[in-house]
């Protein structure tokens, strides 16, 4: 007991000495230049420009087992939304390029695509914007150091190059925004598999491929892989997107189903073997059904799309003080970005309670920052975020889902609108609109509560949405505004009907 006091003596000493000093190298290290750590360090240098403060923040990417390794931007730019986002575009310019001849455009058939060359652009793009990120820090005065750091006081962090090389760095404010990693499941063979940190890299097509997993990650990388011509499978243990609208999670996959992607349902891979004297990459995985039975098939390329760990196990929370949940997630609790030390803040992927979204990262920061150095008091708000998920259908969603909705306000004080409707674009070459389906939910107060979407571009269509849910929008607010004819989002052409109970099971009660 005696012990603690005078070690919490000591520290309270050294960190008052410090204080009185001015001692601190910096005012605020920033631990990981993804999203939320980019974000905060240059809203604070732009806050203090007439005052500068001493800002630096480190970045440093461990090579995945594979050896892929990449710049700074965090997983967004590097093996995130922006190399996602334009797989998925290269795989809809497929698309468009089959449907062009209904059009009238004669366009020889489209030969097979070429991986090389749209890693090559992709990795190029992606190249630049690191270069763009190093160059607005540098005119931003924030120091930028390409090391790893980790805590070994409350006050201080260790920052290691790739070279080994160690020094230490203290300041006065830390923020901790190290992001997540995708997690391997335990199997024999896990080293024959790769993670959506090395599939944008890849030198060479991935062939046959299975997608393990069942959410985001999983369905957007098979989405843009079959449509670049890999024949992709999915094996999922469970549901589809956990935590979305579970009918409109059903729409998406059977949308990927009759595009030609297969699925293994209520399945787990038990090993993977490599097969030796195949001419190319080529692995066996064993999987069990839920109902026991064990099945082995042959493919080139194996993602694991299990989820994701925060990076927390080599930052020294201990040596800091910071909790964290040691041995789960590795997230850490915070309220309002602020974890259990004062002056140790944390935002983005690595905390609890957080949407796992750039936007989310950027705006946490941001306002972090201007509370911190701009005598602001502006709080995030995480509610009613939008999403999209980049299957080859989009699907975008913004407050409750309709399970959500009914426990939370109970299946009599909800409304739920929807309707389907056939893009214009898609008539012409005669695609299949089936999926193509809106969903609103509406509260006893004819508030939106939820809006969720399923159609091309529904991620550009949501995010107007979004602004008008922020604002309050209500049922009466949507009908009552002309529609943009003709387009997808229109509500007027395209009207909404009110459900009366689905063949799927849920119920709905009308108030009316
Ligand atoms: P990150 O961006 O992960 O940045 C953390 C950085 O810290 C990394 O560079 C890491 O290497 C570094 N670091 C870790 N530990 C240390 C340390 N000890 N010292 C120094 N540096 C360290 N979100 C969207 O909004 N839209 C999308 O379309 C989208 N698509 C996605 C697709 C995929 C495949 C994935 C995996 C994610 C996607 N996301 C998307 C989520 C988005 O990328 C994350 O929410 C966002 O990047 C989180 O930002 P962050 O700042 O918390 O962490
Ligand atoms: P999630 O945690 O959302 O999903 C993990 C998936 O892996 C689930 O389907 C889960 O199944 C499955 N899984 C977990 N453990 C096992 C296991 N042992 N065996 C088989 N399957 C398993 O992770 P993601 O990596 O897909 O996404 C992480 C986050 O990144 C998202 O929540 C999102 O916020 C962000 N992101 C955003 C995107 C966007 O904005 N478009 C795109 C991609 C990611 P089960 O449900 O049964 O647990």
Redesign the pocket.
């Known amino acids: 007991m005696q012990a603690t006091l005078r070690t919490v003596l000591k520290l309270q000493t050294r960190q008052n000495f410090r204080r009185f000093q001015h001692s601190y190298d910096y005012d605020l290290i920033v ?9 905060t360090a240059q809203e604070a240098a732009r806050l203090t420009e007439k005052n500068p403060k001493k800002i630096a923040v ?5 090579p995945t087992p594979s050896g892929s390794t ?1 710049g ?14 334009l797989m998925h575009q290269a795989s809809i310019v497929g698309k468009t390029v089959e449907d062009s001849e209904s059009y009238g455009w004669n366009i020889a058939q489209a030969g097979p695509h070429d991986w090389k060359k749209l890693v090559e652009n992709v990795q190029n793009h992606v190249k630049s914007l690191n270069f763009g990120y190093r160059t607005a820090l540098r005119s931003s005065r924030v120091d930028y ?1 390409n ?4 805590f070994t006081d409350e006050h201080t962090i260790e ?1 290691v190059d790739r070279l080994n090389n160690a020094r230490l760095i203290t300041s006065d404010k830390f923020l901790i ?6 997690k391997m499941l335990d199997i024999p063979g896990k080293e024959y598999c790769i993670t ?2 090395d ?2 890299n890849l030198r060479k097509p991935p062939g046959k491929t299975l997608v393990i997993g069942a959410s ?2 999983a369905l ?2 098979a989405g843009f892989l079959h449509g670049l011509g890999s024949d992709t499978t999915v094996m999922s243990r469970s549901i589809f997107l956990r935590g979305f609208d579970q009918q409109m999670a059903q729409l998406v996959v059977d949308h990927m189903q009759g595009e030609g992607v297969r699925f293994i349902r209520d399945s787990t891979p038990i090993a993977v073997e490599k097969l030796e004297h195949a001419k190319e990459n080529a692995f066996r995985v064993t999987h069990k059904h839920t109902n026991g039975r064990v099945t082995s098939e042959d493919y080139n390329t194996v993602l694991m ?1 299990v989820g ?1 760990q925060a ?2 196990s ?2 020294g929370l201990d040596s800091a003080g910071v909790k964290f949940n040691i041995d789960t997630d590795g997230k850490i609790p915070v309220v309002e970005e602020s974890t259990n030390v004062p002056h140790i803040y944390a ?5 609890t309670g ?9 705006r946490a ?1 941001r306002l972090l920052a201007r509370r911190l150095f701009g005598g602001k008091t502006e709080m995030m708000d995480y509610t009613t975020v939008p ?2 998920v ?1 299957t080859p259908l989009e699907y975008s969603a913004c407050g409750m889902t309709e399970e959500e909705a009914t426990n939370v306000l109970g299946r009599d004080n909800i409304e739920v609108y929807h309707t389907y409707f056939t893009p214009l674009e898609w008539t012409l070459p005669h695609r299949n609109s089936d999926q193509c389906y809106m969903k609103c939910i509406v509260g006893r107060d004819d508030k939106i509560v939820g809006l969720h979407i399923l159609g091309p571009n529904s ?1 550009e269509i949501m995010q107007g949405f979004a602004v008008a849910m922020k604002a309050g929008a209500t049922m009466e607010h949507l009908r009552g505004t002309v529609s943009i004819h003709p387009t997808v989002a229109e509500g007027d052409e395209c009207p909404w009907w009110r459900t009366e109970g689905r063949a799927e099971g849920w119920i709905h009660v009308r108030r009316d």
Request: glycine share 18%; proline share 4%; charged share 15%.
């Open positions: 631990i990981g230049g993804g999203s939320g750590g980019l974000a480190l970045d440093f990417v461990k990449w700074l931007g965090g997983t967004c730019v590097n093996v995130g939304c922006i190399p996602k986002k150091l090391m790893h750091g980790r920052a925004a190290v992001g997540g990693r995708p959506s940190d599939i944008f985001y990650v957007e990388c799309a994701r990076q927390t080599s930052i935002l983005g992927d690595v905390i957080n949407t796992e979204l750039t936007p989310v990262a950027i920061g999403t999209t980049f991620g």
